[in-house]
């Protein structure tokens, strides 16, 4: 067994536990398998083990993998998006993760709109209000999705959040419980014509808590691929 699909292996075995203490079904949570800095090779394996969705956060990563592995793959764009990227994502992602400016809302718009598709987006929310992280904060969500609510190209499906880096997992939860109540908080007043049904929450180190909490996509990557190497 490789280590990929070993660790694959303890991943699942993971997810249904957290799914099972907190009464939740297995399909309800969406594993995104984060390749980032990975080769394909480390792609491919992962796809033999059966999975489908990949989670990557660089443009030119993007377009360099979905190039050389055209095989029906759902890619998510999870990392911060530059306004002037925006153009190579139709049609190559089904999910952008990080929108959390008005301009790059817009510009997701503009570009979806020449491909003639919708994009399904997440707004991504600095929970913690940690200064090295991008994304709104919670007060200011509400008034963000009513300013892009009736963009005809973009589909408004949830909520990201990416929680400290922390040897405790437990230190997080109140973070994912703040970003799934924000969620209901906001379809409850009826703002979005489609009530958001989308928590991306949850990495490596806190993925089971995320569950706990709600979250239907959670983004693991070193706990799949290994350490990652970001001096070669
Ligand atoms: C890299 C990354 C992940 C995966 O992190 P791991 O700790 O390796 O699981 C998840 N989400 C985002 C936005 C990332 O950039």
């Given at each position: 067994?490789?280590?990929?699909?070993?660790?694959?292996?303890?991943?699942?075995?993971?997810?249904?536990?957290a799914?099972?203490?907190?009464?939740?079904?297995?399909?309800?949570?969406t594993?995104?398998?984060?390749?980032?800095?990975?080769?394909?090779?480390?792609?491919?394996?992962?796809m033999?083990?059966?999975?489908?969705?990949?989670?990557?956060n660089?443009?030119?990563?993007?377009?360099?993998?979905?190039?050389?592995?055209?095989?029906?793959?759902d890619?998510?764009?999870?990392?911060?998006?530059?306004?002037?990227?925006?153009?190579?994502?139709p049609?190559?992602?089904?999910?952008?993760?990080?929108?959390?400016?008005?301009?790059?809302?817009?510009?997701?718009e503009?570009?979806?709109?020449?491909?003639?598709?919708?994009?399904?987006?997440?707004c991504?929310?600095?929970?913690?209000?940690?200064?090295?992280?991008?994304?709104?904060?919670?007060?200011?969500?509400?008034?963000?999705?009513?300013?892009?609510?009736?963009?005809?190209?973009?589909?408004?499906?949830?909520?990201?959040?990416?929680?400290?880096?922390?040897d405790?997992?437990?230190s997080?939860?109140?973070?994912?419980a703040?970003?799934?109540?924000?969620?209901?908080?906001?379809?409850?007043?009826?703002?979005?014509?489609?009530?958001?049904?989308?928590?991306?929450?949850?990495m490596?180190?806190?993925?089971?808590?995320?569950i706990?909490?709600?979250?239907?996509?959670?983004r693991?990557?070193?706990?799949?691929?290994?350490?990652?190497?970001?001096?070669?």
């Amino acid at each position: 067994m490789s280590m990929i699909e070993e660790n694959l292996k303890e991943v699942e075995k993971r997810i249904q536990k957290a799914c099972e203490r907190s009464g939740r079904d297995r399909s309800e949570v969406t594993l995104i398998a984060v390749s980032k800095t990975k080769p394909v090779s480390d792609v491919r394996e992962a796809m033999r083990c059966g999975i489908t969705v990949f989670g990557e956060n660089k443009v030119q990563e993007i377009k360099d993998k979905t190039e050389e592995i055209t095989e029906k793959l759902d890619w998510h764009m999870i990392g911060h998006l530059q306004t002037n990227k925006v153009k190579y994502l139709p049609g190559r992602v089904c999910m952008i993760h990080s929108v959390d400016n008005i301009k790059l809302a817009e510009e997701i718009e503009k570009q979806a709109a020449k491909h003639e598709l919708v994009m399904d987006i997440l707004c991504e929310v600095n929970v913690a209000e940690e200064d090295s992280k991008f994304g709104l904060k919670v007060e200011n969500v509400p008034d963000f999705i009513r300013d892009i609510k009736d963009f005809e190209h973009i589909n408004v499906r949830g909520l990201m959040t990416i929680a400290p880096y922390t040897d405790d997992p437990e230190s997080n939860r109140k973070y994912f419980a703040t970003l799934r109540k924000l969620m209901n908080d906001i379809n409850d007043t009826g703002i979005l014509k489609n009530r958001m049904d989308v928590l991306s929450m949850g990495m490596t180190g806190d993925y089971e808590v995320a569950i706990e909490e709600g979250a239907t996509f959670i983004r693991v990557g070193t706990g799949i691929f290994g350490e990652r190497n970001y001096n070669i």
